[in-house]
């Protein structure tokens, strides 16, 4: 039996960091919305762990220290007796480029091996995997617009969220989060968690996510731009075409975004950059 599930890229359309926490991690607030482009992930129940890569970047992950297996073998663990088989990975998305592309196949690897064992894995057993896997592994299994604050594992889903038509642009830098966030040097937050400023759950217009955005942007930015100047490079790209309201880096880089009215503007605005810019990775997609 084969079963196959979308692993799709998450987008950091704001991300505010709070500061950093006795356990040495950071504390943030995130709007986050995942695109329609992504890897795609498939299972065939066959008993024997395994896992194959391709695809456009299957070059660039490392060996067998990989989250999918990682997940399986955490399950299998804690639920002895659970099927589990031969994954197989098409690698669409950048690697190490702030789209969550590795907890996002994570997240796409514990959908599946619960498709193939219904009712066999408690709900709990599922979300304490995810969360101990990583910080955004738990919204990228849920994949559905929502807020993440703590260290990403506490999502408050949104009520209303309009249809965003945008365009992803990355240099082909990977980017290791651990040094952007020591680039920022964040406050220690102490014992107690700073309020952030997603209150509203709830954004009826794109006219009202817009200006969220632009109030709030992503703290880590500005550091991934004195790391990495072409990151810069991009986002004057993105803003310099016709229709971009908004442009953006995603989580801690190096892939950014450029929001637009419609898709025929994304795709316009992706042949753009493309020709310009022919050693870049750009996608256009949708973002919901």
Not at 64 to 90: K, W
Not at 141 to 153: A, K, N
Not at 161 to 176: C, T
Request: glycine residues 10%.
């Amino acid at each position: 039996m084969k079963i196959d599930e979308h692993a799709p890229a998450k987008i950091n359309l704001s991300l505010q960091v709070l500061g950093r926490r006795p356990d040495g991690f950071h504390e943030i607030e995130s709007l986050v919305a995942f695109a329609g482009l992504g890897d795609a992930l498939s299972l065939t129940i066959d008993g024997e762990l395994s896992l194959k890569t391709y695809g456009p970047f299957a070059s660039a992950l490392g060996g067998d220290d990989n989250l999918i297996l990682r997940a399986a073998s955490l399950l299998t663990e804690r639920c002895p007796g659970i099927q589990v088989g031969a994954f197989s990975l098409e690698k669409n998305l950048p690697v190490a480029a702030g789209l969550g592309g590795g907890s996002a196949d994570a997240g796409a690897a514990i959908r599946l091996i619960s498709k193939a064992n219904p009712g066999l894995i408690p709900p709990q057993i599922v979300e304490d995997t995810a969360c101990e896997m990583g910080s955004d592994v738990l919204a990228c299994l849920m994949s559905h617009t929502t807020v993440m604050r703590g260290r990403g594992e506490k999502l408050s889903p949104l009520k209303q969220f309009p249809v965003l038509d945008a365009v992803l642009v990355n240099p082909g830098i990977p980017m290791r989060a651990g040094d952007i966030y020591a680039a920022l040097d964040a406050p220690s937050l102490g014992d107690e968690s700073s309020a952030g400023h997603c209150r509203r759950m709830s954004f009826a217009s794109a006219g009202e996510l817009l200006k969220h955005m632009s109030e709030v942007g992503n703290d880590l930015e500005q550091p991934a731009v004195m790391l990495v100047p072409v990151i810069g490079d991009v986002l004057d790209a993105l803003s310099s075409l016709e229709g971009c309201a908004a442009a953006q880096m995603s989580g801690s880089g190096s892939t950014c975004f450029g929001i637009f009215a419609n898709a025929g503007q994304a795709a316009s605005a992706r042949e753009r950059l493309l020709k310009a810019h022919p050693d870049w990775w750009v996608a256009s997609t949708r973002m919901e």
